[in-house]
């Protein structure tokens, strides 16, 4: 597999293929970057055109079946300009920029690979400005990340202070690529990914979870009994019309809501924490993002 950080000219080969690739499949290209699979598709990704490879990888798995290609660049396929960012006190930096000598803010190196979780998305950002909030007062020392995607939720959290993460999603090639992003940061001693269903982790108790997932995994995530030994919670990802059940879930629960970010009135992402000796009255705190 290619190692060597992507470009915003670099092509991006795409072969979309129907059916699952097994985890222990080796595709032995010397320019593969990873296979993405979701709803029972392949995303098969590579550096330069690999027709040969795809040819015997469908060869050997009779089940799979190939529907498209596309031939797009780095940059088109993360939706946006690749280059810093500053998203509230962070400076989120991809691999191929240097970082100034006289940056105040807080550096995460992020590459993304072909993962989405760059920044750009707006329940990223939402999630971000949750994470700093809640992690103001100091207090917050273990975090949950479930869905880590790049790992850069968790990132931000290990750089805010948090002292043990545990990064949790489903897709390997995330975890792979969160796995990466951790050691370019040098903070191996502090985050773990894991590569798991994230609903399956929720017994562990936290001071902070943070899942910027899809509704059907929300849904288990609030229902089960681990989520109320998180003291912090951060429900991101959601749709307006999957926020008004999120959000009627919650208030049977000793929650509190303590902020709610809206975006272009499609994305929600909610802020709370769970009933402690002194649960401050409820409000109605949304912002437009």
Partial sequence: ??????????????????????????????????????????????RQQASESIQLLLEQNPHLQLIDTYEITYEQWQGGKLEPIRLGGFLIVPPTFSIPSDEASTVMVLDPGVVFGNGLHPTTRDCLKAIEIACAGGKVETMLDL?????????????????????????????????????????????????AQAEGFTALASDLLVANIHYDIMK???????????????????????????????????????????????????????????????TDNCQES
């Fill in 1 to 46: 597999m290619s190692s060597a950080p992507l470009t915003p000219e670099s092509p991006l080969h795409i072969y979309y293929l129907e059916g699952s690739i097994a985890k222990d499949e080796k595709i032995v290209n010397e320019n593969y970057l990873g296979t993405w699979e979701e709803d029972g598709s392949s995303f098969v990704f590579f």
């Fill in 147 to 195: 869905g880590c995607g790049t790992g850069i939720l968790a990132l931000a959290a290990a750089k805010c202070g948090c002292k043990r993460v545990v990064a949790i999603d489903f897709n390997y090639l995330a975890c792979t690529t969160a796995r990466g992003n951790v050691l370019a940061n040098n903070l191996e001693d502090t985050i773990v990914v894991v590569n």
């Fill in 220 to 282: 288990e995530i609030i229902r089960s009994p681990g989520f109320l030994r998180q003291k912090w919670f951060v429900l991101s990802g959601l749709l307006g019309s999957e926020a008004v059940k999120v959000e009627k879930h919650l208030s049977t629960l000793p929650v509190h809501i303590l902020q709610k970010w809206r975006h272009d009135g499609i994305w929600h992402t909610i802020l709370g924490i769970t009933a402690g000796p002194e649960l401050p009255p409820k």
